[in-house]
T-cell receptor
């Protein structure tokens, strides 16, 4: 099946620094990528949707200046958490859909656990 | 509005017991897709099953079975003869049929944490 790789799997950073998380589709072209956030013992909440070559669409309540999403190629999307603070500590998961994929046919990355000290 | 409800927050069973995880969904779409995912402690999501709204046939895969009933908007998941390795959080999810914007993304329930004790 299709593979989506997310990196890094774990990152610990100091408050105020920026962290970049990469999401790569390894064997297909991801026309759409979704970024989710999961707090401990909670569900996955959609943060934003990005289509290759265009600006990301953010869900209500998600700060676009804080969570910068770039989808510059059909195989790579990045999420940058700018000026991270402890409340940004969470599990971030990306998912990707290829052209022609049926709705909901998403392939998930392994997730990235961010801890901000 | 679309919504997925998993009323059971946590379930604890003893190995070899059967367990059913409930999922109720809301959507105004006539075409939609339903999913179950398993999330072990490591965090990655493991795809278990997808069902489209026109296929109400129940499905069995080994010890897993799914009961889809449109009349009650439910898509329940049963594990037969549970094992310790089944311990995980299980998410039910719903997807719209469209492709525009965030359509096609998954709307997740809050998850049910299953603990299977030896």
């Amino acid at each position: 099946g299709a593979v989506v790789s997310q990196h890094p799997s774990r990152v610990i950073c100091k408050s105020g620094t920026s962290v970049k998380i990469e999401c790569r589709s390894l064997d297909f072209q991801a026309t759409t990528m979704f970024w989710y956030r999961q707090f401990p013992k909670q569900s996955l909440m959609l943060m934003a949707t990005s289509n290759e070559g265009s600006k990301a669409t953010y869900e209500q309540g998600v700060e676009k200046d804080k969570f910068l999403i770039n989808h510059a190629s059909l195989t790579l999307s990045t999420l940058t958490v700018t000026s991270a603070h402890p409340e940004d500590s969470s599990f971030y998961i990306c998912s990707a859909r290829g052209a022609g994929g049926w709705p909901g046919e998403l392939f998930f990355g392994e997730g990235s656990r961010l801890t901000v000290l | 509005a679309q919504k997925v409800t998993q009323a059971q927050t946590e379930i604890s069973v003893v190995e070899k017991e059967d367990v059913t995880l409930d999922c109720v969904y809301e959507t105004r779409d006539t075409t939609y897709y339903l999913f179950w995912y398993k999330q072990p402690p490591s965090g990655e999501l493991v795809f278990l099953i997808r069902r489209n709204s026109f296929d109400e046939q129940n499905e069995i895969s080994g010890r897993y079975s799914w009961n889809f009933q449109k009349s009650t908007s439910s898509f329940n998941f049963t594990i037969t003869a549970s094992q310790v390795v089944d311990s995980a959080v299980y998410f039910c999810a719903l997807s719209e049929a469209g492709y525009g914007g965030s359509q096609g993304n998954l709307i997740f329930g809050k998850g049910t944490k299953l603990s299977v004790k030896p």
